[in-house]
Nanobody, 118 residues
């Protein structure tokens, strides 16, 4: 049974930091690119950051470059998103995604709410 379980969301003041975690199980984690997406109310889901299966390739949305850092620990089957200098516009539900581009497998977590507000 595939599971992606996000944690670490919450309420934070502008300028603050949070670290999201996504624990994976039920598939070979090291064979999958891992991504964080987010969806704000009334907006489409957007890609925030992606890290390749071995961690050698990383991409960020322009809106988070220099503020967010994605990383993974293949020994712990976990991907992280370190978020710093948070802004109110970062408020969204953040989703973890696992994708095997070669075979088309695509899994999603249930999401974790991040709210940036004073």
């Amino acid at each position: 049974q595939v599971q992606l379980v996000e944690s670490g969301g919450g309420l934070v003041q502008p300028g603050g930091s949070l670290r999201l975690s996504c624990a994976a199980s039920g598939f070979t984690f090291s064979n999958y690119a891992m991504s964080w997406y987010r969806q704000a109310p009334g907006k489409e889901r957007e890609l925030v950051a992606r890290i390749s299966s071995a961690g050698g390739h990383i991409n960020y949305a322009d809106s988070v470059k220099g503020r967010f850092t994605i990383s993974r620990d293949n020994g712990k089957n976990t991907v992280y998103l370190q978020m710093s200098s948070l802004k109110p516009e970062d408020t969204a539900v953040y989703y973890c995604n696992a994708k095997n581009f070669a075979y088309g497998y695509d899994y999603w977590g249930q999401g974790t709410q991040v709210t940036v507000s004073s």
